[in-house]
Structures are given as C-alpha cells and as structure tokens.
C-alpha cells in the first residue's frame, strides 16, 4: 500500500525518513551520518541566499553619493583603463538605462557603459535573474551608513525592497561591521531608526518566524575588526532580544580561535543563530574546496549540530581574472561538498560583486564583450564558451541539490553554453522557462491545518496545498496578475518516494475577471509517481490566454482530497 500523506508526515517527525524536513538533500550513507537541520525550513534554512552588494553608481544617476561609486578608484572621474576598480566586465544587453565610460569600445564596437545600482530597473533586473535561477534571497550589504554613503544605502535599501516584492525573493540587512568606529550604538541606533522598518515588507526574510539579521566581522583578527568578545556578544544578544534571528559572517578559523579569527571568541560565535564562516581567499581550486571540506566543514557542521545552530557555508563562483572558474567545476565541486556535509543554507559570494571578480550575475562571455585594451578577462578564459548567465544557472542546480530536487552528484549537471550559445541575444518577453504563477495570490475552496494555496506557488517542492477531507469537489486557483497567454501547467507533489503513486482528477478552466470561468481542459486523470519526480504536465490548448486559472479536483487515489506541492503555469 502506498504510504499515505499522514504516515508519510509521521515518520518525518519520528526520524525514520531519508530527507530532513527541510527538505535538505543530506550526507548519503557512504559520506556521513544522517544529521537533523536544527532549524525548519525557512527563508535562509534549506534556502539559497545570495550577497547583493547594490553598491554600484554612475555621475548622472542622481544618486546622492554622485560619483562612480565602487565602479572607478576615483570616483569623481568616470572609470577607465586607468581609473579602474573591477575584475570583470558586466554583460549590458539587458539594462535600459545606461552610462559612458572613459574606457575604449568593446571589442565587438559597441560603446563602454555600465549600470547604475541606484536605477530602480538595474534591481528589477537583477531581481528578475534572482527569480529565474533560483537564488530564494539576498543579503544586502550595509556597511557604516553614517558618512557620506548614508544616503545612497538607505536609498538602496527601499530599492531592494521594492524589487524583492515584485519579483517574489527575499531580502535581509546584512551589517558588515568592518571599520565601523562607533559600532556597538550606532548598528543598534540605525536597526531601531531606519533598517527595522523593512520588516513589515512580505519580502523580508523571516527564519523560525523572525526577521532575519546577518552581522559580517565580528571576531576577525584584523585592525579593522577590534572589538572584544564581550562587545561583539552584547550586539549579537541585542538584535536576539529586538525579537531577530542572527546569522554571524565569522572567520574560517572560528571554531579554533586561530588564523583569521581571534582567540577567545567561542562563547560569541555560538550566540548566534546561523554561522556563515567567510571563503574568499581560503579556495581557489576544486582541490582546496575537498581540502576545506574535510579540515573545516565537517567539524564546523558537526560544532553547530552540537550547539544547536545552523550552517551556511560560502559558495564562490571565483575570481575571474584569477582563472578560477574552470567553467563551472570549481562552484560546482563547493555545491557537492556543502550539501553532502550537511548544510542548512548555501550563501553565495557574491551576486553583483564586478570589483572582485566573484559574481553570479550576467557577465562578458568573451573578449567582443569588454573594452578594448582593458586587460579584462571573459567567461571563456580558459577555453570554454559559457553564456553570460551560465553562473546563474549553476547556482540553480545548485539549489536544486541542496533542496533534495536532485540527486547529489559530484558531476556538474549545468552545461556551460545554453542552448543556442553563448551569444544568444537576451529575451524581450519573459523565457519559457519563467514561471509566471510564482508568488502569485492564490485562493481556494478550503484548506485543512497549515495545507494553504499560498504553499503551492511558494517554490519550495515540500509544502504544499490540501483542500478539506473527503469533501469533493475543491479547487485551487492562482492570479497571474493580468491577462497572459499561457502554453502549460505543471503540477507536483512532494517529491520524496513515501508519497506514493496517485491519480487526482482534474479539471483546469481560465478567466480574465474571476467570476466568469471558462474549461481549458477536461476533467481528466493525471497520475503522480515519486519514479518520475510526482511532477505531471497539462499541455493547454494552443492559444490559451487568461488571468485566473483554476484547477477544480474531484477525485485522488492517494488521498480523500485534492493536492499540489506546485502549481507552476508557463507560457510555452
């Protein structure tokens, strides 16, 4: 007998199921021991979260900063072969709004510009690839904002907001502490006065119901860094009691008090909530990640099993201009390392991060698509074509493995090249593969206990939606926000093996105004099996456009009610 949707839940609870709750892919039996995550999943916990520095600005934008902010070393002249502070090249096809630089035509003949942090479209577009690679949420960077940046962060910090609202991500002040002098007020004084305020946006990052707050620097053995334990802890329990989870961006070296970290720090790192031990400039081989797998993470994973906190260890992509990337395989050799050991979260370094080298986002595939004469390198340095988003899509395979939604695998799955090639000019309309029912308001006929709509369009394969018991017919139904054409539906179930094959009966009709519905298909069987994801995909007929699409369930074999882990709608 299939094991029903109760059992199935019950045996979580007890222990006797293969995947934590979480839904985090954990150690296989060959690598560790099975541990348990020691928060739910949540908005950081079984979550990919990505560092969004937003701290990029052209003269022109308006920003108040008015200076070419982190994108020249002077910044009151515009960024050139001799006035640079970036690694990398930005790939600018998608951008609308758009600034001359000093350096020469790319190679292809096209002009020199870059973006602006501070245009509210660059955050829509970054937002946007967040949406479509499966990055869940961003940390944005908060540095000192008493001095002459204060301004621009604040502005900032509304621009993320916006776009993490309109794009269905989350976001979360992340304090990097270092060189701040008056720290331990003016960090508490700006949460109270300015920071708090953002929680009350849907977007905020909440874990085990509480905003989320990352503080980056304390315990570093560095001048930058001075504070004492006593300082750094009376901070951290300071943000605990304002009712906060605190993530801590600590050293490598946290649990030894040795290297990069300061001695005598234990006690204040296992104050907080989430430890997120810093990587940059640790690795830049696939080798050092196997290293650092063994030496750090298995005991700093095994230190926070003990004491009760969660673990997000960095992910970097590396360091373009170090040749570190070897298209793709070192990111991916981090990935198999960070869920096979257990992880309760992944933090990517970073997503925007041009002055370093180390960013996610879209970048110059090859030498056509950066300035003349700059001396900057391409994706395809080493040899191997990659599109400008190939990184992106790695981090979403990464996801997908950290979250159990495939197997863990030490060979890469992402091909660096999407199909078409690496110069295949950006979409106007949103791809085939966005989808548009994502965080979506949803309704429904019932729900029983926690099951709500909400859980089918969150993203996360392992909540999902129940309608009431043994009241047929139910029915689930998502607002795509306008009328859209729409090509097909993708329905899952959680996709562990203990749910059982099932088939639910299914009808799918549209509207444009929410009252007045029309059948796009009939009622029909569609059959779920954990053999094949218990994914299953309805083809609509060829030019199907609506607004509202309801799915009305009559029948389930597994289960005296209708259910759907994914409503996921596509335009083609």
């Known amino acids: 007998m299939p094991m029903s949707r109760r059992t199935f839940m019950a045996s979580v609870l007890g222990g006797t199921a293969v995947m934590a709750v979480t839904g985090t892919q954990l150690l296989r039996a060959a690598d560790a021991a099975v541990v348990p995550a020691a928060s739910p999943a949540g908005d950081v916990v079984g979550k990919i979260t990505v560092g969004y520095q937003g701290w990029f600005a052209c003269i022109g934008d308006g920003a108040p900063i008015n200076g070419w902010w982190h994108w020249?070393?002077?910044?009151?002249?515009?960024?050139?072969?001799?006035?640079?502070?970036?690694?990398?090249?930005?790939?600018?096809?998608?951008?609308?709004?758009?600034?001359?630089?000093?350096?020469?035509?790319?190679?292809?003949?096209?002009?020199?510009?870059?973006?602006?942090?501070?245009?509210?479209?660059?955050?829509?577009?970054?937002?946007?690839?967040?949406?479509?690679?499966g990055c869940d949420t961003a940390a944005l960077q908060r540095f000192n904002p008493n001095s002459s940046e204060g301004p621009t962060r604040d502005a900032m910090a509304a621009k993320v907001r916006s776009s993490a609202e309109t794009y269905g991500r989350k976001f979360y002040i992340m304090y990097d502490a270092t060189g701040w002098t008056n720290m331990q007020s003016e960090m508490k004084a700006d949460w109270t006065n300015k920071m708090s305020a953002h929680t009350a946006s849907s977007a905020y990052a909440r874990q085990n119901g509480k905003p989320v707050v990352c503080i980056w620097?304390?315990?570093?053995?560095?001048?930058?860094?001075?504070?004492?334990?006593?300082?750094?802890?009376?901070?951290?329990?300071?943000?605990?009691?304002q009712g906060c989870y605190v993530i801590g961006g600590v050293p490598r070296e946290w649990r030894t008090g040795t290297g990069g970290s300061r001695a005598g720090y234990l006690g204040t790192y296992h104050a907080f909530n989430m430890i997120s031990p810093w990587m940059v400039g640790a690795i830049g081989t696939a080798a050092d990640s196997d290293s650092v797998y063994q030496n750090i993470n298995v005991p700093d994973q095994a230190d926070c099993n003990a004491n009760g906190i969660d673990y997000q260890p960095c992910v970097l992509p590396g360091d373009v201009s170090g040749n570190q990337r070897a298209h793709g395989d070192f990111m991916w050799r981090q990935f198999y390392n960070m869920v096979r050991v257990g992880a309760q979260g992944i933090y990517i370094s970073?997503?925007?991060?041009?002055?370093?080298?180390?960013?996610?986002?879209?970048?110059?595939?090859?030498?056509?698509?950066?300035?003349?004469?700059?001396?900057?390198?391409?994706?395809?340095?080493?040899?191997?074509?990659?599109?400008?988003?190939y990184y992106l899509r790695l981090t979403a395979d990464g996801g997908r493995m950290l979250k159990g939604q495939i197997a863990l695998t030490a060979t890469r799955p992402t091909s660096p090249t999407a199909a078409g090639g690496p110069t295949t000019p950006p979409p106007t309309t949103p791809p085939p593969s966005t989808d548009l029912a994502l965080h979506q308001p949803t309704s429904e006929s019932s729900?029983?206990?926690?099951?709500?709509?909400?859980?089918?369009?969150?993203?996360?394969?392992?909540?999902?939606?129940?309608?009431?018991?043994?009241?047929?017919?139910?029915?689930?139904?998502?607002?795509?926000?306008?009328t859209r054409a729409v090509g097909r539906i993708v329905l899952t179930l959680p996709p562990a093996t203990a749910w059982g094959t099932r088939t639910q009966t299914i009808t799918v009709s549209g509207s444009t105004d929410?009252?007045?519905?029309?059948?796009?298909?009939?009622?029909?069987?569609?059959?779920?099996?954990?053999?094949?994801?218990?994914?299953?995909?309805?083809?609509?007929?060829?030019?199907?456009?609506?607004?509202y699409l309801r799915l009305t369930f009559t029948a389930n074999t597994g289960w005296p009610a209708g259910q759907a882990s994914g409503f996921q709608v596509y335009a083609s």
Request: proline share 5%.
């Open 72 to 133: 020249s070393q002077n910044w009151s002249q515009a960024p050139s072969t001799s006035n640079n502070a970036i690694k990398a090249w930005p790939d600018m096809r998608e951008y609308t709004h758009v600034y001359q630089t000093g350096y020469a035509n790319l190679n292809n003949g096209q002009p020199a510009t870059l973006f602006s942090s501070y245009d509210q479209q660059t955050v829509d577009t970054h937002f946007l690839w967040m949406q479509q690679n």
């Open 350 to 389: 970073m997503f925007d991060e041009y002055g370093e080298g180390n960013q996610i986002a879209k970048t110059a595939e090859t030498q056509a698509g950066v300035p003349a004469g700059s001396g900057l390198l391409a994706l395809d340095a080493d040899g191997t074509a990659c599109s400008s988003d």
């Open 447 to 482: 729900h029983t206990q926690v099951y709500s709509s909400g859980n089918a369009v969150d993203g996360d394969p392992n909540t999902y939606w129940e309608s009431a018991n043994n009241a047929f017919p139910q029915w689930l139904q998502v607002d795509l926000g306008s």
């Open 514 to 547: 929410g009252s007045s519905f029309a059948t796009l298909l009939g009622s029909a069987g569609y059959t779920f099996n954990p053999a094949t994801g218990n994914t299953v995909t309805a083809t609509l007929p060829s030019g199907s456009s609506t607004r």
């Open 217 to 241: 620097g304390f315990g570093f053995n560095d001048a930058n860094h001075p504070w004492d334990a006593a300082t750094c802890l009376d901070v951290i329990n300071w943000f605990k009691g």
